[in-house]
């Protein structure tokens, strides 16, 4: 969807000589995009009517800048594999990822432009140290841009690097290793869990702009214990600015929070020679993007992966065992991981305009960014229920108002993401279709969307059903109030008869007179509707109603 330029070639992918199991398979093109999805929390400003894009644009301090597509361009900018990518793509697809309008898009509208995305140039290069005295692997970065979604806070962050001639146990252990927010715990010796080592942002001349702090164990303890909620790893703080974390000591009017687990979905594109030699047990490490094992054991028990190949495989284009002239190409998917394994003609594998790596970077990257960001959205109106909730104190009229407020809101929140961004194809072509509805399946998209329905339209039926029992017991104390007045009204209209004539007596004692009976009249309406609960229940009995 948006330009495809890579960094530029200053840094060179730098691979150092690497040992072990797995080490003599080489990799000869690895491409991988890690997304982050995250909660976008805006605070109040000045500029009032400000969305949150223009706001964070504003803010970026020219770190970032609006992608301006390749719609709406003069001359031959618009190239082919921008339009592969739009057709792959049905009518109402394509409106949410491209826009409705004709023209540039710095020229549409937020409702004609669902879709913006914002990159940051000045991250040429990736290098990570793996493992504890393993060798640092430098990559060239591509992409780092941030999606953001008109009328939903959450956007996505998209982190895509590449390199070449790795060995497949290095690709592996990045997969695995790399997309971590923050680590899970750590070793007896202070090494984060399941992390790098350490992770630097490089610029064009190879200066370190960030680097990770995995290591640093008392700064997320630390900040869990008095904040309770997590503490980002420093490089990705670093990635995300101007966003700071919702609990940060730096105050900003955009902040971010976490949506979904602090692992990060990646997409991993992979192209091998002899891939019809790969293992079932590397297959499956590269479905999961779990780490390597010993002597190159399946990661997980034979009962677990007994149906791998029909839940977590495509093969419609995977010639299993054999060589081929063509392309093989494997396409593995797990939810959180979706990686093509792909062997055979280098010129249609690695063509960036016609190729499979094309179809890698932009129509199989945007069904993983659809599928994901349906997931983060529903979570994060999920997380708005309960805060809604949370917050209910039905004693309380006020609260109960701002309960009700809130809950509305949800509703027309949810109405407007199911009418806009919901869908459940998104093409006509056969394997993008069928990976599309594979990926909604691993994650549980469509469960999450009925179980947030039934949630949502179940506190508006509550709703419905308080004002109309609100209404009800009202209803009842006007008829009690009504029945009782009614033998006011008798007696006032019996003295109205002149039984007690008074027209000729003085002003005073006529409005004497009035006021007695205006005060007795008061009394007794006021009797009634305090009393008016059993007086509804004497005329029910009465009637003879006994439920």
């Known amino acids: 969807m948006a330009n495809d330029h890579s ?15 797995g080490a003599a398979r080489i990799v000869r093109q690895f491409r991988q995009i890690v997304l982050w999805p995250i909660q976008l929390i805006t605070q109040p400003t000045d500029r009032r009517r400000e969305s949150p894009d223009v706001l964070f644009e504003r803010l970026g301090g020219g770190n970032w800048e609006l992608v301006d597509d390749e719609f709406g361009v003069e001359g031959d900018a618009f190239q082919e594999r921008h339009y592969r990518e739009f057709v792959a793509f049905l009518p109402h697809v394509q ?3 491209y826009g409705d309008a004709p023209g540039s898009l710095r020229g549409l509208g937020k409702g004609d432009a669902p879709l913006r995305v914002y990159r940051r140039t000045d991250v040429a290069a990736v290098r990570m140290v793996l493992t504890e005295g393993a060798a640092a692997v430098t990559c060239r970065v591509a992409h780092v841009d941030l999606h953001f979604f ?18 497949l146990s290095v690709v592996n252990d990045i997969m695995y290793r790399f997309g971590r927010a923050y680590p899970p715990g750590w070793t007896e010796t202070g090494e984060a869990l399941h992390c790098p080592v350490s992770v630097e942002w490089l610029d064009k001349d190879g ?5 990770s702090d995995y290591e640093r164990r008392e700064r997320y303890l630390s900040f869990v214990g008095h904040q309770r909620t997590a503490c980002f790893a420093a490089h990705w703080e670093f990635l995300l600015k101007p966003l700071v974390p919702e609990s940060s000591r730096s105050k900003s009017p955009l902040s971010f929070r976490q949506i979904e687990y602090y692992r990060m979905p990646v997409m991993t594109y992979l192209t091998l020679e002899r891939a019809w030699e790969v293992q079932r047990a590397d297959y499956i490490r590269l479905a999961f993007a779990t780490g390597q094992g010993v002597n190159g054991d399946a990661p997980f028990a034979e009962r677990f992966l007994r ?42 594998l690695e063509d960036n305009e016609r190729g499979l790596l094309g179809q890698f970077r932009h129509q199989y990257f945007l069904l993983f960014l659809i599928s994901h960001f349906h997931k983060a959205a529903l979570l994060m109106l999920s997380d708005r229920l309960v805060a809604a909730i949370k917050q209910l104190e039905m004693q309380s009229a006020q609260s109960s108002q701002g309960f009700r407020r809130e809950t509305f809101r949800l509703q027309e929140a949810f109405m407007r993401f199911t009418q806009r961004y919901w869908f459940t194809e998104v093409s006509d072509q056969a394997q993008t279709r069928d990976l599309f509805r594979m990926q909604r399946t691993h994650l549980g998209n469509e469960e999450l969307y009925k179980e947030l329905r039934g949630e949502i339209f179940d506190m508006v039926q509550y709703l419905d059903s308080d004002v109309l029992r609100r209404q009800s ?10 029945i009782v007045g009614l033998v006011g009204t008798i007696a006032t209209g019996f003295l109205g008869m002149n039984l007690i004539d008074e027209t000729s007596a003085p002003i005073g004692l006529k409005l004497a007179y009035f006021g007695i009976v205006g005060a007795a009249v008061t009394v007794l309406t006021v009797a009634v509707v305090v009393f008016s609960r059993p007086l509804t229940a004497l005329l029910d009995r009465l009637s003879g109603e006994r439920s």
Not at 7 to 21: D, H, M, N
Not at 340 to 345: F, L, P, Q
Not at 473 to 482: C, D, K, P, S
């Open 7 to 21: 960094a530029p070639g200053a840094i060179t992918c730098a691979p150092e000589a690497v040992t072990g199991p």
């Open 95 to 97: 409106r949410f990822l």
């Open 150 to 167: 008109h009328d939903v806070d959450a956007v996505i962050l998209a982190f895509e690097f590449y390199a070449s001639d790795l060995p």
């Open 207 to 211: 200066n370190v702009l960030a680097a």
């Open 307 to 348: 149906d791998f190949e029909s839940r977590h495989c495509y093969d419609r284009y995977y010639h299993e065992g054999v060589e081929t002239s063509g392309v093989s190409a494997r396409f593995l998917l797990s939810g959180h991981a979706f990686t093509i394994i792909a062997d055979g003609n280098a010129t249609r």
């Open 473 to 482: 017991g009202t209803i009842h104390r006007l008829t009690a109030v009504t």
